[in-house]
């Protein structure tokens, strides 16, 4: 099992920057992809992005292309979520997710096993 502890977020002017982070412990990082979702009040949980566990590969939601990037640094067990052009839209709790197998490149939605508490980012107008 992997442990998942965000930090970065907080209250930024729509058109503003925030980076996320997501550190991991527990188990080999490096062999996992992993994702970032989001969760507005009174909406379902929504898929942001994720990035295979090489760091070769995202994938984006196409509310956040172009304008978010994930990235990833294995030997300091962390992940990364750049937003830029940020909008009030974007208010939500971030969370991010770790693939439950090794190796795969873009998981689906339903094969990330393990979740972090969430940080909030507020995105005023």
């Known amino acids: 099992q992997v442990q998942l502890v965000e930090s970065g977020g907080g209250l930024v002017q729509a058109g503003g920057s925030l980076r996320l982070s997501c550190a991991a412990s527990?188990?080999?990082?490096?062999?996992?992809?992993m994702g970032w979702f989001r969760q507005a009040p009174g909406k379902e949980r929504e898929f942001v992005g994720c990035?295979?566990?090489?760091?070769?590969?995202?994938y984006y939601a196409d509310s956040v292309l172009g304008r978010f990037t994930i990235s990833r640094d294995n030997a300091k067990n962390t992940v990364y979520l750049q937003m830029n052009s940020l909008k009030p839209d974007d208010t939500a709790v971030y969370y991010c997710?770790?693939?439950?197998?090794?190796?795969?490149?873009?998981?689906?939605?339903?094969?990330?096993?393990?979740w972090g508490q969430g940080t909030q980012v507020t995105v005023s107008s």
């Open positions: 997710a770790a693939d439950s197998r090794p190796f795969r490149t873009v998981p689906n939605r339903g094969d990330f096993g393990s």
């Open positions: 527990g188990r080999t990082f490096s062999t996992y992809a």
């Open positions: 990035i295979s566990w090489s760091g070769g590969s995202t």
